[in-house]
C-alpha cells in the first residue's frame, strides 16, 4: 500500500504527464526544425481517431515510417515533447523518416493487459485495426517503403508495441519497447501468431512504476494494469520466439558520460541466424520510468534517475538501421 506522500508524488507526476504537451525544458540547444507537423484523422470501427506525423523537407522517393506511442495519460502531441523531438531531429537530418504520433483513446492504449481497468481496454477498443489504417494511410499519401515500418513504444505504449508484435508482425520490420515489461499469462489476453520479430526493449533496474524485476504495476493514477513478468523473463520470450543464438550475444557497455546521474547503461544485442531477426536489451542500471534522449531533461523524481548517457531515440533507430 502506498503511504500518502508516495500517493500525492504519483499524482503530481501524473499530472506533469497529462499536462507535458506545453513543456519545453531542455538541456540541450533549441531544436531547429525544418519539416512540418501535420494532424491527421481516421474513422475506424465508428471510432474518430487522431495522429500527428512529421515530414522532413525534401523527403525521400522511399521513406521509413516510425510511430512513436505515448504511455498512459499522455497525448500524441506530448510524446513528441517527452522525447525531446529528437525522433523529428533525425528525420530532418536523414530525409527518409516519416514520425507518426498516434493517440490513444482516452490516453490510453488497449493493450495486453486483461486486468487493466482504462477506457480502451474496457471498451475494447481495436487499436491493431487503428494501426492498419494508418498504415494504409500513408501507403497512399507518401511513398512509404511498406517493407519498413517500425513501432516504438514508451510504458504503456511499450505495452502496446508488444500487442502488435504478437498479433500483426507482419506489418512491421522492428519493435522498440521502452519501460515495458510483457504481463503474467494470468493478464494476458493477446492473441499470439508465434512469428520472429525484431525487438529492442530499453528498461531501467529501479523502475518504480513497471518494475524490472516484474510484479504489480503502480501507475498512481487510480487504473489497475495487474502484474507484469520481470525484464529477463520478457527477453527471454523474444529470444526463444526468435530462436537466438545465445553464444552470438555481444555486449557494449555505453561509456558513462554523466557520473551525476548515478546510473549506467550497458547493451546485450542477439543474432538469430534461424529467423534473421535481432533482439537486444538495454539495461539502464538504477535508471527509472524514462525515455532517455538529449532534448528533454526534467523528470519528476517519483519516475527515478535519469540516465544521460544514452539518447534513446538515436539508438533506437540506430537499431533499426541493423534490420535485414
Excluded at 54 to 70: E, K, Q
Excluded at 302 to 311: A, E, L, P, S, W
Aim: glycine residues 8%; hydrophobic residues 35%; aromatic residues 10%.
Amino acid at each position: 500500500m502506498l503511504r500518502g506522500g508516495d500517493t500525492l508524488r504519483k499524482k503530481i507526476a501524473l499530472v506533469f504527464l497529462l499536462s507535458i504537451t506545453t513543456l519545453s525544458l531542455s538541456r540541450s540547444e533549441p531544436l531547429k526544425q525544418s519539416g512540418s507537423l501535420h494532424s491527421g484523422y481516421l474513422r475506424v470501427k465508428s471510432l474518430a481517431r487522431q495522429f500527428y506525423y512529421y515530414v522532413p523537407r525534401d523527403l525521400a522517393d522511399s521513406s521509413d515510417l516510425i510511430f512513436v506511442l505515448h504511455g498512459s495519460g499522455m497525448t500524441a502531441k506530448g510524446m513528441e515533447v517527452l522525447t525531446g523531438r529528437q525522433f523529428d531531429k533525425l528525420a530532418d537530418k536523414r530525409k527518409n523518416l516519416i514520425i507518426v504520433y498516434p493517440q490513444g483513446y482516452g490516453r490510453y492504449w488497449n493493450d495486453c493487459r486483461t486486468q487493466a481497468t482504462f477506457d480502451a481496454k474496457k471498451m475494447k477498443v481495436d487499436d491493431v485495426a487503428f494501426f492498419e489504417s494508418m498504415i494504409k494511410f500513408f501507403n497512399e499519401k507518401f511513398s512509404v517503403d511498406e517493407k519498413s515500418v517500425f513501432v516504438v513504444g514508451y510504458s504503456n505504449g511499450g505495452e502496446m508495441c508488444f500487442k502488435l508484435a504478437k498479433e500483426r508482425p507482419d506489418l512491421f520490420k522492428g519493435f522498440a519497447a521502452v519501460s515495458a515489461n510483457l504481463p503474467v499469462a494470468t493478464n494476458n489476453d493477446c492473441t499470439e501468431t508465434g512469428q520472429p520479430v525484431s525487438m529492442l526493449v530499453i528498461n531501467g533496474t529501479a523502475d518504480p512504476i513497471d518494475p524490472y524485476n516484474g510484479g504489480l504495476m503502480k501507475a498512481g493514477d487510480g487504473k489497475q494494469r495487474g502484474k507484469v513478468i520481470s525484464t529477463p523473463q520478457t527477453m527471454d520470450y523474444w529470444l526463444k520466439l526468435d530462436k537466438a543464438d545465445s553464444t552470438s550475444m555481444t555486449e557494449h557497455v555505453f561509456p558513462d558520460i554523466d557520473e551525476s546521474d548515478k546510473s549506467t547503461a550497458v547493451e546485450d544485442l542477439y543474432d538469430c541466424p534461424q529467423t534473421q531477426k535481432k533482439v537486444a536489451l538495454i539495461k539502464v542500471v538504477n535508471g527509472g520510468h524514462i525515455f532517455m534522449n538529449d532534448g528533454f531533461s526534467y523528470w519528476p523524481r517519483v519516475y527515478g534517475r535519469v540516465n544521460k548517457d544514452i539518447n534513446a531515440p538515436a539508438v533506437i533507430l540506430d537499431f533499426f538501421k541493423t534490420l535485414q
